[in-house]
């Protein structure tokens, strides 16, 4: 029984040794115990600097090196002065120039920088040239032009560096102002935009200064101002300006007109400001108009309104110069211009040649005309005044002295100011120039008797000569009869007119005394 078992334990252990080297040769051992050993025994170190070599490892076999890939490589632009060299080359190899090179300068990175760097090519020269700008486009290390060029308008004048400059009027454009000279008053504005591949002319006038940008409102949109500042010489200017205006698609010139009642629903009452403003500016008493704008605070709307209001604010300003009697006509203060006439006695302002403003005769001469312009639309204006009838009057006299509307007008002044002493001395004197059939259509009658005067009456010529005094009510009283030869001394008053007439004749001269003896010789 011990040897049978003895010979099974021995076949039974030959067996499970067989299956030992049958499953070693086909399945490692579940845990490799030199490996296990070595990490499990590692410092903290060491298993930082296997872990940083994996990590720095993997990105290395990453890159593209041995099989490239379509991404284009990044170039670093070039330094500015190589820009403006290059781009200057590009510009005049295709457009030329005008003899005096071209202008390059880059915007502002801070517009379209997803775009890349930008820059505007001008061409510099003289008058008579076909003047052309263009946008490039800086990509790498080459040049494109996303917009087109453009040739300036016709008229541009001689373009200097000094006069470009780049410009805010707002941030979906940009914008390039050109102001070119031609001759030697003349200055041509230009205002270029630049806006999703299109290049356009916005503004292009003639005037004689250059441009002007201005937040007129302050709404953060800038306008554009087209001066007209008409040196009309001697120190006197005509302010006239053009304002242009984003309105969301370009550039629009602001016209000023009347609106009609219930023009976006606003109060009646702003309406009618408005109109009323509008007309007194359009017959240029500016100074009106402003007063109206800043009654009913028109400059505070941002419609129509709100526009004709900064355009009346704008013009017609007061330009201290020279001569004041001629600036306040131009910036249509009439009360002030008529003010300064009555600093000269009329027989001192209405006498030619006129040399009682400035030292010259030459400036009435260049200049009435002008100041007619103005004086015969203004006085058409409602309300009426007498300060520019007054001045009206003066200013066809300066035209012409023997025009008989000076009279005219003049007697048209008395009916606004019935009282005004120095209106009633003008009126004599013109009186005095003239026989008239009959005084009584002046309606001439004697004011106060504040400030004594003296006249001499001398009867000179060979008829009986009747004087006559105006009183208070314009009736006539009869003071002298004057043989020939004969005279007569009355004293009397500075506002008092006197009459003379003859035995068949109502009236032939009148006269006003002045602040002296006068001598009135009768022929």
Known sequence: MHALSKRVTLLLLFLTALLLVACGSDSPPATPTPIATTLATATATEVEDVTTATATFAPTVAVATEAPTETPTTVPLPPQDSLADSVTEMFISKFGDCGAGVKAFPFD?????????????????????????????????????PWQSLALSNGTGAVSADNISVVEIEPSH?????????????????LVSFRDGTTRNEVSERSLT???????????AFEFLVQGDWDRGFGIYD????????????????????????????????????????ALAMAFRWTEARVIIAQNDLGQHVNDVGWNAQFILLNGRFVDGSVPFYQYIYAGDFEAAYEVLKQFPPDQAFTAPITFLVS???????DAIGLLQKTSV????????????????????AVDPKDPSVLTELQTARTYATKDTYLIEAEALFIGFQTLACIDAFGLTSIDADTPSNILFTNQSAAIRLVYWLDYAGEWQLYATLQPAETFLVDTFLTHPWAIAGETEKCIQVYLPKSCIVTINLN
Request: with cysteine.
């Open 360 to 366: 010259t005769d030459a400036l009435p001469a260049i």
């Open 378 to 397: 203004a006085r058409l204006a409602e309300p009426g005044r007498a300060s520019i009838y007054a001045v009206h009057a003066w200013a066809l006299f």
């Open 174 to 190: 940009l914008w390039i102002k050109i102001d070119s000279f031609v001759g030697t008053r003349g200055v041509h504005n230009d």
């Open 210 to 220: 250059v441009s002007v940008i201005q937040d007129l409102n302050g709404d953060g």
């Open 109 to 145: 990175p801070a517009h379209y920088a997803d775009e890349g760097a930008l820059w505007a090519v001008v061409t510099l020269g003289p008058d008579g040239c076909e003047h052309r700008i263009a946008v490039y486009q800086v990509e790498g290390d080459g040049w494109y032009a």
């Open 239 to 278: 302010v006239t300006e053009d304002i242009y205006r984003y309105d969301g698609e370009g550039m629009v010139r602001v016209v000023v007109e009347e609106l009609p009642l219930g023009y976006q629903d606003l109060p009646a009452s702003v309406i009618e400001a408005n109109n009323q403003a509008v």
